[in-house]
């Protein structure tokens, strides 16, 4: 019990920090530049965070609506609900609702969430809760509401992995806006150059041999050896079976770790792969040096889809994308990176109805036509994912940007989409920072050995968290 104690108490400090750990690469929409390795949904903090408190109504007859409070710390989900208010109240007559949402930045929001629930006083009807946050809202009894009921009709159709994690004990306690299935994107132009066909690397040694002809040709690196983000290692966790987390005990030096980062620095000795300014492709400084040629694949979540059209638009109809290398003899072929969980505040007196709202909003086919639309991320109900009209629509800004379909690979590799234990654990926020700030950086920086970097970052971890 003291031990439990202690864990909830780190976790609630660490929820002052901003730091690595933030888990969608800014979740959703826009990067910050300030972080690290989870958000678009999973690297940055606080994805299209405006900075200051905002209240939105939706629009709609307020006097026939339930008045609903929603906190969110990114601007364009607040819009996207109070588009899908319009829907549900076209839809639900009989039980519309007004949406009142306020966007606080990253930290802010999720501080003053875990006093509201202490207290028990100012909380939201439903509220984003980032994925490096998330298990510190599940730790003992949660206040929030149950949804596994409210989502009975829709779970058939959506990835279960990003379902459970989100949940605990089975119970369903948030809702996943994105698969943020990892592939890799590579430059078409850059490769045909150099005469390497993308298409004919499926494993990790075709990469290494493609990157070792790549720089015997150019000079220049096919791949990146990130320092803070943990990215390229959640795949790589995935396709060993393995994970940095054995129930509640840490182990990051496992012998599959062991296995993966070895992989990568024999990737980085070939000069298949270096480390890439800003420490991932999710940076401002990467994205400099993706425009100028530097690199010529990223490996990522498929929402790092919004960083290409956003910041590197000169590659428009240069970048393909393309399932994500992988081991000899594996089952999973992606993981799930980053995210952003919704969640409904238990005992408020409108639960029921947002715990509806919210599963039609992040799970309905309309829901996850609009999550594609208007946001940009591979939805997580995949009966989407055929519909031709929806995933090939020539005046989508992504149909048009890469090379490829994205559903195309989605469809290609998606009974293989894998998920991560550690992501909805209360230590993976000590696992995270600590190998974006120390152990990535030893191996690939400082050309620690990967047996004695893997090894200190299990003392040190077991250490802070008292194991």
Known sequence: MKKSKKIIAMGMTLALMAGCFVGCGNDDTKPANNNSNNTQDDSNQGDDSTGDDSNQDSTGDSAEATPLEMWTFVELHGEFYKNMAVKWNEAHPDKKVEINVNVMPYDDMHNKLQIALNSNEGTPDFVDIEQGKFSNFTQGQPALLDLTSAIADYKGD???????????????????????????????????????????????????????????????????????????????????????????????????????????????????????????????????????????CAIMPMWQMSRYTSYMPDLAGKVAIAPAPVVDNTKAKSVGGGGTGTSVVAGKEHADLAAEFLAYAKLSYDGNVEIWNALGFDPCNMSVWNEKDVTHNEDNQFVKYFVNNPFDVLNEIKDGIAGLSAHASSLYPYINNEFCTVTLNEIFENDVDVKKALDQAQADLQNEVGQ
Do not use: C
């Open 158 to 296: 959506i990835v279960q992995s990003r379902l459970d994690l989100y949940s605990k004990d089975g119970k369903v306690y948030g809702l996943p806006t994105h698969v943020g299935a990892t592939v890799a994107f590579y430059n078409t132009e850059l490769l045909e150059a150099a005469d390497i066909d993308y298409t004919t690397i499926k494993t990790w040694a075709d990469f290494k041999t493609a990157g070792s002809k790549y720089y015997e040709a150019t000079g220049k690196y096919l791949g990146t050896a990130d320092t803070s983000a943990l990215w390229t290692t959640n795949l790589l966790m995935a396709e060993l079976g393995s994970d940095y987390v054995d129930g509640d005990k840490i182990q990051v030096n496992s012998d599959a770790m062991v296995e993966a980062m070895t992989l990568l620095k024999d990737l980085q000795k070939a000069n298949a792969i270096q480390t890439v300014p800003g420490g991932n492709p999710d940076k401002e400084e990467a994205y400099g040096a993706f425009n100028n040629g530097d690199y010529a």
